[in-house]
């Protein structure tokens, strides 16, 4: 495989990773915020960082 076919690809993978998190921040605020699947996902949280950083 060339060095182009390889950056071509590196640079589509980052792009895709990108829009990838940019979609999922978009559906946070969009649905998520403010839900009871909010509270349960930062209980869920608290115990995780109660576990870890006593």
Do not use: P
């Not at 940019?22 to 509270?39: C, M, P, T």
Request: glycine fraction near 6%.
């Amino acid at each position: 495989m060339s060095t182009t076919v390889e950056a071509v690809l590196v640079a589509a993978l980052v792009l895709g990773v990108v829009v990838a998190l940019f979609g999922l921040i978009y559906v946070w605020e969009k649905w998520v915020k403010g839900s009871r699947l909010e509270q349960r996902i930062d209980r869920f949280v608290d115990r995780l960082s109660d576990l870890f950083f006593r």
